[in-house]
C-alpha cells in the first residue's frame, strides 16, 4: 500500500505530496521518500543529490531560482522546521499554465511536500523563524547554468504576504531580470524539457 497521497496544482506538471503520518504520544514516523511509492504514483524520477537551507529568520525571501538548459532540475521540496510560503512560476513556452504561478504553504506541520518540475521557476518566503528548508535534486547544481527572475515582477505580480522593504534577499535575488527579459531568452520549451 503505498504511503502517499499525490493532489495536483493548477499548473501542469507540479504536484502536492502528502505522506503517511503514524503518529502517538512520542512523536510521529513517516517515510519522506520511497522510490517505490513514487513510481506507483506515475512519478518516475531519479533525484542524484539533496540540498539543505537554513533561514534563521521569519521574512527571508529566496528566489525565483531557475537552472537552465541541460542543467535544468526537478525538485521535490519539504520543510523540516518551521513554514514557508513556496512558490512556484511555469516559465515553458507552450505550457498551458506558462507565465501563471502558485503558492504553497510547506511547513514541519503540514508535512506536504512539492514536486517541482523542469522548467519552473522557484522561490519561497520565511513564515517563520529557523526554516530547515530540504530538497532533492535530480540533476546536479551548475553555476554557469544558473538563472533566476525578479520575486518583484509586475508581469508575474506574485502575491507574497511581505513588504519587499522589509524582506531579507540576498544582492543577487534583489536585481533579477523581470520577466519580459527573461522571455527573451526563455530556454525552456514544454513538452522538450
Given amino acids: 500500500m503505498s504511503q502517499i497521497r499525490v493532489l495536483d496544482t ?34 518516475n524520477i531519479d533525484f542524484i543529490q539533496d540540498n ?11 528566489g525565483l531560482h531557475f537552472q537552465r538548459g541541460k542543467a535544468s532540475q526537478t525538485k521535490l521540496i519539504r520543510v523540516v522546521t518551521g513554514a514557508v510560503l513556496d512558490v512556484i512560476v511555469d516559465v515553458r513556452k507552450g505550457s498551458p499554465t506558462f507565465g501563471k504561478w502558485e503558492g504553497f504553504i510547506i511547513s514541519e506541520s503540514n508535512h ?26 535530480d540533476n546536479y547544481y551548475d553555476a554557469e547554468a544558473d538563472g533566476g527572475i525578479s520575486f518583484m515582477d509586475p508581469t508575474l505580480n506574485v502575491d507574497w504576504p511581505i513588504d ?30
Fill in 10 to 43: 493548477t499548473l501542469t506538471d507540479a504536484k502536492i505530496i502528502e505522506p503517511t503520518i503514524h503518529g502517538d504520544h512520542r512523536g510521529f514516523f513517516s517515510e519522506t521518500y520511497s522510490e517505490k511509492d513514487f513510481k506507483e504514483a506515475g512519478i
Fill in 52 to 62: 539543505q537551507s537554513l533561514s534563521t529568520q521569519a521574512g527571508v525571501l529566496r
Fill in 112 to 137: 506536504r511536500q512539492l514536486l517541482v518540475p523542469k522548467g519552473f521557476a522557484h522561490g519561497f518566503l520565511t513564515l517563520t523563524d529557523n526554516v530547515n528548508f530540504v530538497y532533492k535534486c
Fill in 164 to 193: 519587499f522593504k522589509n524582506a531579507i534577499t540576498s544582492e543577487k535575488d534583489a536585481h533579477q531580470q523581470s520577466f519580459k527579459e527573461f522571455e527573451k531568452d526563455n530556454p525552456f520549451v514544454y513538452g522538450e524539457i
